[in-house]
């Protein structure tokens, strides 16, 4: 007797050695370098906000699968873990530990578990938790520690010193109304009592010597996980490549335009969270399009939005708002991108 099985299954049929937890832990890897240089420039509030963050995340997908839908306990699978990342890469290393909490139990109990957990959240729920962060505490949100240069002492969490970043400062002074970009990025901005605020050059920017929240700290760290996710194809390059683009271009353009109130679109790049968020926010298989043409599409609106909102914005950063704005148009991409079925013949005029 052949022991040969016929097996028949709905689609897809491409088949490959990629599990959930193969890629998630694929990603976590892509995330060191990255989680290493915030524990250098940030040292113990970097350490404590992440573990923090990871734990909480853990912890509440596994009250939440265990006692409210009573259904198969996934939090080894490394997308909790990556969510509780994330969030400690939005948030300033001295937010206090319990709001850190709250962020984790919205990003994972409203954004994904509400929702059905792991493949069936509309938005990013790590962006999710630290808007909600943001609209709750905005002054805790907006008090940057300056970098310390791995200071692992407790007073290094519980009493940094805070400063400005690059896109605050600027957006400030700007708003002035006195000064014009290149002025301001020369000389530095007075923040009172004789502090005077100095703009990092573009090496400490690519390096991460900058205040900010732990995700903004290095561009470089930044490039090599992505660089790694794209050798191991847990990414592609349409939604990066076409998000840093337009970002390059329309704040390219605005700064040909008038350069003395707008800044230049290296600037852009390497400050705030948009490296950050081109690598390893937008590219979310779960709230990102599933065609090329529709991650491009992506892309394109979310590098759009991030420029109008610094630019145009109350806000001296757009990335996280972008980022979720087009979730909300996924489902509307991904019908008008659809590929073309096998064997599928154009309709007759």
């Known amino acids: ?36 240089m915030s524990f250098y420039y940030f040292g113990l509030g970097a350490l404590i906000t992440t573990l923090v963050a990871v734990v909480s995340c853990m912890f509440f997908e596994f009250i939440i699968q265990k006692y409210l ?10 997308s909790a873990i990556i969510t509780g990342i994330l969030l400690a890469f939005n948030v300033p290393s ?57 200071d692992f002492t407790l007073g290094g969490y519980t009493d940094a010193v805070t400063g400005a970043t690059p896109l605050g400062a600027l957006k400030t002074e700007l708003g002035k109304g006195e000064r ?14 004789g502090d005077i605020y100095q703009f990092p050059d573009y090496m400490n920017q690519m390096m991460g010597d900058l205040g900010g929240s732990l995700g903004e700290v290095s561009a470089i760290a930044i490039i090599i996980g992505g660089l790694y996710m794209l050798y191991r194809k847990i990414i592609t390059w349409h939604v990066p490549v076409a998000m840093l683009g337009t970002i390059f271009i329309f704040a390219g353009l605005l700064h040909i335009a008038h350069p003395d109130m707008y800044a230049d679109p290296i600037f852009h790049l390497m400050t705030g969270g948009i490296m950050l968020g081109a690598v390893f ?39 996280s708002f972008a980022i979720l704005i087009m979730n909300a148009f996924v489902p509307l991409i991904n019908k008008g991108c659809k590929p073309k079925r096998f064997g599928e013949k154009k309709a007759a005029a």
């Open 1 to 36: 007797m052949s022991t040969n099985k016929f097996f028949i299954a709905p689609s897809p049929h491409d088949y490959s050695k990629d599990s959930v937890k193969s890629i998630m832990y694929g990603v976590i890897i892509a995330l060191l370098p990255a989680l290493a």
């Open 281 to 319: 926010m937008a590219t979310d298989m779960v709230t990102s399009p599933m065609t090329p043409l529709g991650m491009i599409i992506f892309g394109v609106g979310i590098g759009l939005l991030t420029v109008i909102i610094r630019v145009f914005g109350a806000y001296p950063e757009g990335v």
């Open 69 to 78: 839908i009573k259904g198969k306990i996934t939090i080894f699978d490394g």
């Open 180 to 193: 014009t970009v290149q002025d301001i990025l020369d000389k530095g901005v007075d923040m009172g009592g």
């Open 94 to 150: 001295n937010l206090p530990w319990w709001m850190v909490v709250i962020g984790s139990l919205v990003a994972i109990g409203v954004a994904k578990m509400s929702f059905g957990g792991l493949g069936n959240n509309p938005f990013n729920p790590a962006l999710v938790g630290r808007v909600f962060l943001l609209l709750s505490y905005p002054v805790q949100m907006t008090s940057w520690p300056k970098p310390s240069n791995f």
